[in-house]
């Protein structure tokens, strides 16, 4: 079986300089265990609620394709998500790009993008610290007893002329300049772990 996750990986490893891999992954007694594990992590990422709990320097919150917060998981293809970084002076946003799902794997796929709740929003303007060309790829993966989460950033350069003004271009490569890509590294390594634990938790496995 062909796997997403690894095309993804290899175009990480092809372009090392603009691009992130953190992952989590787990040994299972058995492919029963493992599938089980799968279904239960599905859900969390399908759950923003999930997100705010198992992350720690960010929180999420999840808006329709007009700008308005979406009371429940709406994860739909269109929507936005936005980035609240401790520390990081603004909102970034993302859109949800894609989804893939297969038997044994899910992907969310994630893109900047503008600013939905702006009031005079300009859809060239990008309200994040990365470029419009950016995608970060949340993968779930089971093969046979291992399950495996991995968040993977590609195309990652710094927005410095895709954003509203001068002082965001500053922040940004404040941001950027701050090693902010490790720490991003890090907060996603951790949220895999946790999410991963969490599922063994839950259902005693």
Avoid at 35 to 58: D, P, Y
Wanted: some cysteine; hydrophobic content about 40%; aromatic content about 10%.
């Amino acid at each position: 079986m062909e796997y997403k996750t690894d095309e993804l990986l290899k175009s990480a490893r092809l372009n090392e300089n603009h691009s992130s891999v953190s992952a989590a992954e787990h040994n299972f007694a058995d492919e029963g265990k493992a599938s089980e594990a799968f279904s239960t992590v599905k859900q969390m990422l399908l759950s923003i609620g999930e997100w705010n709990e198992h992350a720690l320097l960010s929180s999420f919150a999840l808006f329709d394709r007009a700008g308005k917060e979406t009371a429940g998981n709406d994860f739909s293809v269109g929507n936005f998500m936005r980035i609240s970084l401790k520390g990081a002076m603004k909102y970034d946003w993302v859109r949800l790009a894609a989804i893939h799902e297969a038997e044994n794997e899910f992907v969310l796929t994630v893109k900047p993008t503008f600013d939905p709740t702006a009031e005079n929003r300009g859809e060239k303007v990008i309200s994040h610290f990365f470029t419009g060309e950016a995608e970060n790829n949340f993968c779930l993966v089971r093969k046979s007893h291992q399950v495996g989460i991995y968040v993977i950033g590609l195309h990652e350069k710094m927005n410095s002329t895709e954003t509203d003004n001068s002082l965001e271009t500053i922040r940004n490569a404040a941001v950027n300049l701050g090693s902010y890509l490790g720490i991003q590294t890090s907060e996603w390594e951790k949220f895999c772990h946790h999410l991963l634990d969490d599922a063994a938790e839950k259902g005693n496995i």
